[in-house]
């Protein structure tokens, strides 16, 4: 996050970078995700793993769409407490976590309404925020893409998914009292700010 000089960390971002490069792993990740699949923790963990030595995670970081199962959870619970991430472990503050609420209806428009400019990487909507002119970026004139994975079809198994191995990660966290829910249905200002207000709460209760 810009605001905070600190990385936002993407296991989506990385597993599609690694598909673009057609390396080992982004050619055993392509079909899972093609199909709204999870790709398996083992694989996930190492490479979360590997971004969070890093230098740049050194004052802070955002996992961003991880951890999606309990075993992830729990495997990155066990990392931080026995590995100096920025430092002496006892240092490191607690995870905490914050869940975007938003109706499944207007999930399935954000998903499979999403285009993202090839160059620029600008995100659009063709239903909420359109191009000027359809399928063209409006600051490089670079054309949209549609990702593989942002239909329909996989968005149905994407949610199974999450009723069936993420949510349990909510009740994880809960249970430790560093949860926190916001509502996603907003505009981005107030979901940002309710953002950070939930991270202050989480953090005045000594998460």
Not at 72 to 83: F, M, P, V
Not at 123 to 140: A, H, L, V
Request: aromatic content about 6%.
């Amino acid at each position: 996050m810009a605001d905070y000089n600190i990385p936002q960390i993407s296991t989506g971002d990385i597993l599609r970078d690694n598909i673009a490069r057609g390396t080992d792993l982004g050619k055993a990740a392509k079909g899972l995700m093609d199909q709204g699949q999870l790709v398996p923790d083992e694989i996930v963990n190492d490479m979360v793993g590997a971004r969070l030595i890093q230098s740049d995670v050194e004052h802070g970081y955002i996992l961003d769409g991880y951890p999606r199962t309990l075993g992830q959870a729990e495997w990155l619970d066990a990392y931080l407490s026995s590995t100096a991430v920025g430092g002496p472990s006892e240092t490191v503050l607690p995870l905490v976590a914050v869940n975007i609420r938003v109706d499944e209806t207007e999930l399935l428009r954000r998903i499979t309404g999403r285009r993202i400019c090839s160059t620029c990487k600008h995100i659009y909507n063709i239903y909420s925020k359109p191009p000027k002119r359809e399928g063209t970026c409006d600051f490089d004139g670079s054309p949209l893409l549609h990702r593989s994975d942002d239909t329909e079809a996989a968005f149905t198994e994407r949610m199974k998914a999450y009723n069936t191995l993420t949510a349990p990660v909510i009740d994880h966290y809960s249970r430790q009292g560093r949860f926190r829910e916001v509502d996603g249905e907003q505009p981005v200002e107030q979901v940002t700010a309710a953002i950070e207000s939930a991270l202050k709460q989480l953090r005045r209760a000594g998460a």
